[in-house]
């Protein structure tokens, strides 16, 4: 998923102070889709026809989440919050918010934290075309973070076999023609965008499970890995 604030959003942040300005206020109607928590920018609310689109596709793509994935792994992805805004300024796409400092340092509100944000409702309708897996690509890096955590052995020494065998540097993408794959960014990008694979379709090669497991054996383990929920 190729979402402007993703990669910034998801990189380790070194602590800083937080501002002194006020964060700046948002506004929602709070609502419940498949069993997670949805608020809904006013702003988009008051837009009934493009809310009830919006709405509808995060119903669908929920629910392919909860058909998909573990029972026990989407009960505890359900307690991730998702926020949908018209069109806020700077956040053209979809993005996953593991910091407090880094909202707050941004004046954003510090409660989007551990949360996922879709920032422009026409964008989450137009984008789903070519990227139908991007709700799964955000609830990937909010699973990563808060229950694998960003130092997991795995997911890291992957990564950089994947980075040194040179497999990812031009691949097919959706639309046609080669690109480097977006998830040599970083181990949360990979991470996330291997996930696509795993349980949907990605707009990068490898696009579907079954080349995941042809073509990428030991990411194919770590997947059946990592996505089982950890023991209570």
Not at 98 to 103: I, R
Request: negative net charge.
């Amino acid at each position: 998923m190729r979402f402007l604030l993703t990669l910034i959003a998801c990189l380790p942040l070194m602590p800083a102070p937080r501002p002194t300005a006020e964060a700046q206020v948002f506004r929602y109607q709070k609502t419940e889709l498949e069993g997670w928590t949805i608020f809904v920018e006013t702003k988009l609310e008051a837009d009934e026809p493009l809310c009830a689109q919006v709405l509808n596709l995060l119903r669908v793509k929920l629910w392919e989440v909860a058909r998909r994935l573990p029972a026990r792994t989407v009960e505890r992805l359900r307690q991730v919050e998702i926020r949908i805004h018209a069109d806020r300024e700077g956040c053209p796409g979809g993005v996953y918010h593991p910091s407090e400092d880094w909202l707050l340092n941004h004046d954003l509100p510090g409660d989007w934290a551990r949360g996922i944000e879709f920032g422009n409702a026409q964008n989450f309708l137009a984008w789903s075309r070519q990227q139908p897996a991007m709700v799964l690509h955000e609830l990937a890096h909010a699973w990563h973070h808060q229950v694998l955590g960003y130092d997991h052995e795995g997911i890291l020494q992957d990564f950089a076999a994947v980075q040194a065998a040179g497999s990812l540097k031009k691949v097919l993408y959706v639309t046609g023609g080669e690109k480097p794959a977006y998830g040599l960014n970083n181990p949360q990008e990979f991470f996330a965008e291997m996930s696509e694979a795993w349980w949907s379709t990605n707009d990068f090669f490898p696009f579907v499970q079954a080349e995941v497991q042809a073509d990428f054996p030991s990411t194919a383990t770590l997947m059946t890995k990592c996505w089982q929920a950890p023991e209570r």
